[in-house]
């Protein structure tokens, strides 16, 4: 999900990562994977010879939590709920100014430990905390490994960093000084999990667009100017030779370039709509195609997309307008004949969340696909009395897990037993 927060600036560690890859060759998953890893079978997932079809989780948080008991907690309560796949960030990056900061308060941060006195935090090994967890609770993880936008270490900070200052947003997908540093990241994490079946999928990037919420787009960054495509291929591509087995996908929202423009009227005057314009930078109908994409993913909150057409009265709906994209999605998959996720969803609102989400999720359900909304809440955490700061405005409240609005927990039963039941209608197809 898009967050708005403070930027910051990029850390030693970064600079330190920059180095020239060697070129990326293509490596077609192997049809024949260990035990235990997911695959694809045309628009299906398979687990062992068997379809997986399954209701995820987002929790960007699970990781930044300081105490076992507080993840294996968090982790009973999603196998309880049916929960099979969890969708969290593999990434917290933070300069060196910030250290002493991160030192107090026991921030999470993912860097191989490069800066002065990391020793003394857990760098990767709270990651490797939950994935282990995961696998403890029969949940596979899927791992985004960098931001779009600029909380927690997103690709804006690669920019400031490596290009410098002035500099438009997309320059993260054509620089080959930031891209080596991506990539070397990449490789850091990937080595260090590519033998586990508690990896699900790796996801290049979460919401990757031309813009981000601090630098803007640049001229060759357009419609049609393929700058997303050709990044999402080199990378896929790249995964795809440091792991055979594995599943990649992008973590794109789904935007479409149509030809065809689609269109809508607001304040007496024609828009073009930029979830279908290109202007986003993706194209999902070919993204999907590319030969080391194994599945589709996208996002849905048309509630913030088109807030100047959702009032009363109006003759556009959150509910249609989503059932739409669902649709769109599909027939996207389907020519592809790749599997497809809708992999994060939100509406504001308790009353919005039970009248409009039981549509949603029956409509992926009845064309067969996963869905992972966003996001999944915890009650009743106990790290620091069950009330900390983890960083920006985000916390653990009365032991809550942090809430931006879209998030769920137990208590909220009319909400919480939409998932419980899909999840137990996914589960079942999966045998």
């Known amino acids: 999900m898009r967050t708005l927060f403070a930027a910051c600036i990029l850390s030693s560690w970064l600079l330190a990562l920059v180095s020239r890859a060697e070129p990326a060759t293509i490596q077609r998953r192997n049809s024949r994977v260990p035990q235990g890893f997911v695959t694809t079978n045309g628009r299906t997932f398979e687990l062992d010879g068997k379809p997986f079809s399954f209701v995820g989780a987002n929790s960007y948080w699970l990781p930044l939590l300081l105490t076992e008991s507080d993840v294996k907690k968090t982790f009973k309560t999603m196998q ?56 403890e609770y029969g949940i ?44 070397s990241y990449v490789k850091t994490i990937v080595e260090r999990y590519k033998h586990s079946p508690n990896i699900f999928a790796w996801e290049l990037m979460n919401e990757a667009r031309c813009l981000s919420d601090t630098l803007p787009a640049g001229p060759s960054c357009v419609p049609g100017s393929n700058t997303l495509l050709t990044w999402y291929g080199q990378q896929s591509d790249f995964v795809r030779s440091l792991d055979p087995n594995h599943l990649i996908t992008t973590g794109g929202e789904g935007h479409f370039f149509w030809k065809n423009s ?18 986003a930078g993706e194209d999902f109908d070919h993204d999907l195609l590319l ?66 989400y039981p549509k949603w999720v029956q409509r992926a359900l009845d064309t067969k696909h996963a869905i992972m909304p966003w996001q999944f809440g915890e009650l009743g955490l106990t790290e620091d ?30 909400v919480w037993d939409i998932f419980t039941r899909a999840a137990k209608i996914q589960n079942e197809r999966s045998g």
């Not at 200052?165 to 000084?177: G, I, K, L, M, Y």
């Not at 689609?262 to 202007?279: I, K």
């Not at 993913?297 to 100047?308: I, K, M, V």
């Not at 509910?319 to 504001?348: M, Q, S």
């Open 80 to 135: 309880e709920a049916g929960v099979k796949v969890l969708r969290t960030w593999g990434f917290n990056a933070i300069n060196a100014t910030e250290l002493p900061g991160a030192l107090e308060s026991g921030l999470t941060y993912y860097q191989a430990c490069p800066l002065p006195h990391a020793e003394s935090l857990s760098c990767l090994q709270r990651l490797d905390r939950v994935i282990s967890t995961a696998g």
């Open 140 to 183: 596979k993880v899927i791992v985004a490994f960098t931001n779009n936008w600029v909380g927690y270490g997103g690709s804006d900070l690669y920019v400031n960093w490596i290009a410098g200052a002035n500099q438009p947003h997309d320059v993260f997908f054509t620089d080959s000084r930031i891209i080596a540093s991506y990539q």
């Open 262 to 279: 689609v269109e809508y009227w607001f304040d007496h005057t024609l828009v073009s709509d930029y979830n279908f314009n290109g202007q």
């Open 291 to 356: 030969p080391n994409i194994d599945f589709g993913t996208y996002h849905l909150y048309p509630q913030s997309w088109y807030s100047e057409l959702d009032f009363p009265g109006s003759n556009w709906t959150v509910e249609g307008w989503g059932l739409e994209w669902i649709d769109d999605h599909v027939r996207a998959a389907n020519k592809a004949n790749k599997p497809v996720i809708l992999e994060e969803f939100g509406v504001g609102g308790l009353q919005n969340k039970s009248t409009i």
């Open 385 to 414: 009395g069950g009330n900390r700061i983890i960083k920006y405005a985000d916390a653990i409240n009365h032991g809550a897990s942090p809430n931006d609005g879209n998030t769920f927990y137990i208590n909220q039963t009319a």
